[in-house]
């Protein structure tokens, strides 16, 4: 990995792939993009802009009136499916596109997933740029190449590494973002900040003052008045938080690319829990966020049952999130029943290979540990409550 410090721009290598991402003020421009391509020669490449109907407008002002229609897709998680990812080739195909055509994915990580998905197989592997547009794409999606689509009701099911060549995270589009999506997005970067082996949690007491953003978002989201001197404050915090979180998911990915290794799998830091979780209340009543940062806490609980997380770390993580704003108790309210839970969980389990693997904070960052089925009794204690 190296950095511009003046620009913010970090260049990574994931495998013989090369991206980089640049972290910046405004919206970039069509030009702006295609400059970070060398052997694109402006106009004459065709270029297909992919957008939902949330990210519309910031396409149709990247695209300015050139280039061929823009491909909108349904906004969602629901819309990630093999439907939407024939619409992306079909459009592709009717522009004309050939190995060298540009694909440029506009939204957030259900949008860069799929079109980072169409351009690794269009032609086996077409050019391809982000402009990612929430905070959970800035701090998890855009980076590090997983592409993807859902496929007999499994996240994820069909995919590819394929890291974007450029990604451009414009952080003033964060004002317009609402508070949901706002919190959902900052559980994923305060999950990467402990996994940073060297972050001492240095920036523990800089995230408080955020909990008023998280609860509300931005002052003035329609953008029509100047921003105040609070939200240019929140914005720059969270542009920090952005960049730190980018630099530390691009390290840890770049020792292990496709997750073959032990490191990449870090990342799912809280997130065992997390989609019992999120199974057993019910797809769609939590946010993803709601549910990682509350998988966090339970797994801060496991950490300290097997003498793995130091007692004053468990209490500072769980700490933070709950003044966050963050539910940290269990069981969660939203949780239908432990039982379901429990299916969820061992539902999870069987799709990955038998094993259930959780990611635990250490001392420093976080370690990967494998439970046996004796041990199964002892997250049902946790989620139950029965431990903390
Ligand atoms: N979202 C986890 C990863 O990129 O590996």
Redesign the pocket.
Known sequence: MCLDFLTMNYHFKFKDRESTVRIIQNIPTREEILSSFEEISSDNTPVLFVCDCHTKHIAERIRDGKGPPLCILEAGEKAKNLQSLEIILNAAKNAGFARDSLFIAVGGGVITDMTGFAASIYMRGAKLSFVSTTLLGMA??A????TGIDYFERKNLAGTFYPAHSVYMPISVLRSLPPEQLKSGFA?IVKTLILDKESDDLSWEELKPLKDLLENGFENRTGSEKPNSASETQEQILERLVSVSVKI?GR??EADPE?TGEQ??L??LG?SFAHALESSAGLGVLSHGEAVAWGIVQSCVLGRILGITPESRARKISSLIKDLGYQSMAPHPAMQSIDAFMTALLDDKKKKNGVLRFIIPAERGAVLIRLDNKQIGLIQDIAAGACA
């Open positions: 998890d999606a980076v590090g190449g997983k994923e998911k840890i990915v997750e990449r799998a990342l799912n997130h």
